[in-house]
């Protein structure tokens, strides 16, 4: 059974950092792309950032650009993200997920299949 399992949210200070973990599970993470999504409330769920099977990253959000980076563990089979110099409008619930295509590269939401349960991150003083 294929399973994404997040964690590492919380509630943060604005200026400080928070680094959430997406585990997988049933299957091996490395040929598939894994996107990190958030949703704030009120707000439609946005794709933020995505590494490939082949590694390569491509962030969709330009306000995360030089705070947030992607990268996975292949040995602990998990994709962290990291998140520097939050604010309060990063405060969302946020999401991986994989496409589930084989060598696949990352693409638009819709390609995106199975998901995890979300970690609800807030910043604020």
């Known amino acids: 059974q294929v399973q994404l399992v997040e964690s590492g949210g919380g509630l943060v200070q604005p200026g400080g950092s928070l680094r959430l973990s997406c585990a997988a599970a049933?299957?091996?993470?490395?040929?598939?792309?894994i996107g990190w999504f958030r949703q704030a409330p009120g707000k439609e769920r946005e794709e933020i950032i995505c590494?490939?099977?082949?590694?390569?990253?491509?962030y969709y959000v330009d306000s995360v650009k030089g705070r947030f980076t992607i990268s996975r563990d292949i040995a602990k089979n998990t994709v962290y993200l990291q998140m520097n110099s939050l604010k309060p409008e990063d405060t969302a619930v946020y999401y991986c997920?994989?496409?589930?295509?084989?060598?696949?590269?990352?693409?638009?939401?819709?390609?995106?299949?199975?998901w995890g349960q979300g970690t609800q991150v807030t910043v604020s003083s």
């Open positions: 590494i490939s099977s082949s590694g390569d990253k491509t």
């Open positions: 997920a994989t496409t589930l295509k084989l060598y696949g590269p990352c693409g638009t939401p819709s390609s995106f299949t199975s």
């Open positions: 049933g299957f091996s993470l490395v040929p598939y792309a």
